[in-house]
């Protein structure tokens, strides 16, 4: 059963309607209601397809935040074979909300490393929904540079809030963790590639998404803040979410003009959550595509490769 | 090497720089609450002589006060694109850069200039908090790439004061994008084997504490100085509980192992001296207020005359 978000309503009212057609249909065996039901599907797939057509930014943020969005630990599961969960930051705890290890990618030996929202309540908080602690990124940072020693290719999948606003994060130097794990990304002499699989927030998303290459999937965010703390700073009303995600500029499409994405990912109609099997694979054929392009590049090429890519980056603003 | 660009120009623009302040103006600590006369507080530093609370300085005033003789020479920072995201909130991006750079007087957040202290020539990059809350976006990015470049370039240590509320939202991604940026900064000068010295001022928060504020070869804080991730209003509000005293202050991040030091301004250019001289593997400094740096012989006449004549004016 799928959750609707509120500008699905409509949609969710049809696809009701022929639920409930059908199971009447179920009770009495004389009804006949074949036709009537494909009429109310044939309209919620047109609808479906309306509302997904031209997403407005913060219909997007909405998408990227669906609970019944692929995880990382979905893709993990499924692109992934003899994933090795290693844990620990040496130094403190294991983030549950960065999962990371040795995997194999098509039988090539890698390094994979992601935020993990969760799905129920216990995993949500378990994976303190996704927002990570310091402890997190300097696990990132000590696989990466395992990675980097032993010529492993790298992939981050990237979805977060943001940061863990705590008063321990704080503490153990949250801002030094992150700004430790881009630097890491900048640094290591393998091939490193990131996708954007939901929300990509602030900071907790750099740290990961220095990357060679970046996807983002059709209906990701990836933003310096969130529409709703951009809102409140800027307009001194969180409520203008709205307003905040059409000037920040966070889709997909706009990061893909201004350089930041390199690749759109097409997502299944009515988004990842609906065709999660079909997202998943286009994500898998995405990471491929990738690493095929910087496959013949050594560690040097890599890291001048990355450099120039960040340095470069804006330079013509919404023109690029 | 131009002359006049790298000597006689600073030094005019600091005679004439000088904003015109009526002697008798008097200055509210916000802190103890103390009167204090401007040119006093003004030498010294913004730092309240009474109970020693540190205000705002502007990088110029810094720089003043930290260059030998209060020479610099500033370096032109790339212009990038105008308003990039053509962002407007309640009020257009242009507007909020307009009236910035008139109440600042500056054209940016980030002041970057070449001098001596001590007689050691360094680069050094200041952010200005007093324009758009020092806010890291494209400009300030690459005042920080320009800055390291110059000092790869002439092979002097970078010191950087930070100050700024985070990234610049009116930039959206590009600004968050300054933090891998200036991380390739900070990386070139690591390569080329030069200090780079952080010094973290009030207040440093959000995406610039987490990228290059954090990446010194040491890291000094002036005292009582804000720096964190996450302010303490977004913090208290997750967790929903009182912050303890003192919690994000210099002090309580150098009890957490974050920072090498919390120095007074009013020291901190004797430290950074006594620092970079170390690093760069030089002989101790001589102490004291300093002259400005002579310029190099064939010009020295043409030069003087140059300045007296400007002085006179
Ligand atoms: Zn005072």
Redesign the interface.
């Known amino acids: 059963m799928t959750q609707y978000l509120d500008f699905e309503k409509p949609l969710a009212e049809i696809e009701g309607k022929a639920e409930e057609l059908r199971a009447m249909a179920r009770a009495n065996e004389e009804m006949d209601v074949a036709e009537e039901a494909a009429a109310l599907d044939a309209k919620a797939a047109s609808l479906l397809e309306d509302l997904y057509k031209d997403l407005t930014p913060w219909r997007k943020c909405q998408v990227a935040r669906h609970p019944e969005r692929p995880h990382c630990k979905d893709y993990i599961d499924a692109l992934f074979t003899d994933y090795t969960p290693l844990a620990g930051d040496r130094n403190f705890a294991d983030d549950h909300a960065v999962m990371g290890g040795l995997a194999r990618f098509d039988g090539q030996p890698v390094v994979v490393i992601g935020h993990e929202k969760g799905t129920d309540t216990k995993s949500r908080i378990e994976r303190n929904f996704g927002m990570a602690r310091p402890e997190g990124y300097r696990k990132a940072i000590r696989l990466m540079e395992m990675a980097g020693r032993f010529g492993l290719p790298v992939i981050t999948l990237v979805d977060t809030p943001g940061a863990y606003p705590g008063k321990g994060a704080e503490e153990r130097g949250q801002s030094e963790a992150i700004a430790r794990s881009t630097e890491m990304c900048l640094k290591i002499g393998v091939p490193l590639v990131s996708v954007i699989i939901g929300e990509g927030g602030s900071g907790g998303a750099v740290a990961f998404a220095t990357a060679n290459r970046v996807a983002m999937l059709e209906h990701s965010v990836y933003s310096v803040i969130s529409p709703e703390g951009c809102a409140s700073i800027l307009w001194k009303d969180a409520e203008k979410m709205r307003e905040a995600a059409e000037a920040l500029r966070l889709t997909a499409q706009d990061l893909h003009k201004l350089g930041v994405a390199d690749r759109v990912i097409v997502e299944p109609k009515g988004g990842a959550h609906r065709d999660r099997v079909a997202a998943v694979t286009s994500v898998g054929h995405m990471i491929e595509a990738m690493l095929g392009e910087l496959k013949d590049m050594d560690g040097d090429a890599l890291v001048a490769d990355r450099r120039k890519k960040f340095l470069d980056m804006g330079s013509k603003g919404l023109a690029a | 090497m131009n002359w006049i660009t790298n000597y006689v120009r600073p030094r005019i623009n600091s005679i004439f720089s000088r904003r015109e302040v009526p002697e008798n103006l008097w200055h509210k600590c916000d802190e103890c609450g103390s009167m204090l006369f401007h040119r006093e507080l003004a030498d010294n530093l913004n730092v309240c002589t009474e109970c020693d609370h540190h205000m705002a300085i502007t990088p110029r005033a810094r720089f003043k006060g930290l260059f030998d003789g209060g020479i610099f020479a500033e370096i032109d920072v790339p212009e990038?694109?105008a308003?990039?995201?053509?962002?407007?909130?309640?009020k257009k991006y242009p507007d909020r850069m307009r009236s910035a750079q008139k109440s600042t007087g500056e054209k940016e957040a980030m002041l970057v200039a070449t001098g001596e202290i001590g007689r050691t020539p360094i680069v050094a990059a200041a952010q200005d908090f007093s324009f758009m809350g020092g806010s890291m976006g494209?400009y300030v990015g690459n005042a920080i790439?320009a800055a390291a470049e110059k000092a790869v370039e002439l092979k002097r240590p970078l010191v950087l004061f930070s100050a700024a509320g985070g990234?610049r939202?009116q930039?959206?991604?590009?600004?968050?994008?300054q933090?891998?940026?200036t991380?390739?900064a900070?990386?070139m000068l690591k390569e080329a084997g030069l200090p780079y010295i952080v010094v973290l001022t009030h207040p440093t928060t959000?995406?610039v504490?987490?990228?290059?504020?954090?990446?010194g070869d040491v890291h000094i804080s002036e005292p009582n100085a804000l720096?964190?991730?996450?302010g303490p209003r977004?913090?208290e509000q997750?967790?929903r509980?009182k912050?303890p005293e003192g919690?994000?202050r210099a002090e309580y991040l150098l009890d957490?192992?974050?920072l090498d030091r919390v120095t007074k301004r009013t020291e901190m250019r004797e430290e950074l001296i006594t620092i970079t001289r170390m690093l760069m593997n030089q002989p101790p400094a001589v102490k004291g207020d300093l002259p400005a740096p002579e310029p190099e012989v064939e010009e020295e006449t043409t030069a003087k005359t140059t300045v007296d004549e400007a002085a006179k004016e």
Request: with cysteine.
């Open positions: 990038p694109t308003d990039p995201l053509h962002f407007r909130d309640q494209m790439i990234a939202m930039e959206g991604i590009l600004s968050l994008m933090m891998p940026r991380t390739v900070v990386q959000g995406g504490t987490a990228s290059y504020a954090m990446l720096i964190c991730f996450a977004v913090i997750t967790i509980e912050l919690f994000q957490h192992g974050m």
